[in-house]
Structure formats: C-alpha cells, structure tokens
C-alpha cells in the first residue's frame, strides 16, 4: 500500500471512528494487511502466515440495510448453484478496495471482487476516503448528508 493510500485508509477509520455511535456496525471494520512494500523477510512471513494478494483493503462483515443489486444476485446464484428464490435480498457484507489518484485494480483484485460478490457481498473499488465513506454510510442505509464532511 502506498503512503498516500495508507492515509486515505487512516482518514477512513477516523471518520469511522467518529460515526460509531450513529453508525454502530462500524466497530466491525477491519484492515487486510496484504498490500505494501516490506522487508523481503517480513513479506515472506505474511505469505506463510496466508496472506494473499488482491484480498481488498477493508472489510466490514455486517449485512447491509440496502438491497442487493441484481448484479451481484445473478453471480450468486450461478456461482453457488441455486434458485433466486434461494438468494439472500441484502448483502451479507462490505469489501472496499481503496484507491487513489490513477490507481487501477490489479487483476488478482479483480478475481477477489468477484469471488466476494459471488458469496453475497457487496465489493466495490473506492477513489479516497471519502467515496469509500459514502459507501459505507449508503450500505448501512444513512443519508451521507446527515454526517460532517458531506
């Protein structure tokens, strides 16, 4: 993770930080350490310890109050093999890939967005903190707006 990635994330789990008591679900988000540059020992450490390449930045294991588009229900359901009617109607979680400036998702994030996306989460690529805090708010069904900064 670039330096200027890594603040945009902190920026992100301050205003998180800040709207836990309108926005509850929040206390559950949590940081993928799979990206950045390291000592090649640290680095081969992670591999062994599973880590894995693509993973995205920040995942929140909370169903949402939105509704799943129908995207995301027509992966589910050929991936996992089952009628619509077996379809979850909300997501079962939030996966941010957090990018600046002219960042571009790497094809192994690529391939974990879509795996995400086929087990029932919302996965979705944010430019800065602040889309990736909208999307967080709108997930949990607030009115970006209602909140400091919007």
């Known amino acids: 993770m670039r330096q200027l990635e890594g603040t945009a994330q902190t920026h992100l ?11 509850p679900e929040v206390e559950w988000a949590f940081h993928v350490p799979n990206g950045g540059h390291r ?4 680095a081969a450490q992670m591999k062994a310890q599973g880590t ?15 509704l799943m588009d129908t995207g995301t229900q027509q992966l589910y359901e050929r991936a996992n093999g089952v009628p ?6 909300r997501y ?3 996966a941010i890939e957090l990018k600046v400036g002219k960042n571009k998702q790497s094809d192994e994030q690529k391939r974990w967005q879509a795996r995400f996306q086929q087990s029932g989460w919302r996965a979705v690529v944010c430019y800065g903190w602040e889309a990736a805090a909208k999307e967080t708010l709108v997930y949990f069904g607030k009115d970006p707006g209602q909140f400091y900064l919007f």
């Open 13 to 23: 789990f301050r205003f998180y930080a800040h709207i836990q008591g309108q926005v």
């Open 39 to 42: 000592h090649v020992v640290v």
């Open 52 to 66: 894995k390449r693509g993973v995205p930045d920040i995942l929140i294991p909370v169903p949402s109050a939105m």
């Open 84 to 89: 619509r009617s077996s379809v979850p109607d």
């Open 92 to 94: 079962v979680g939030l």
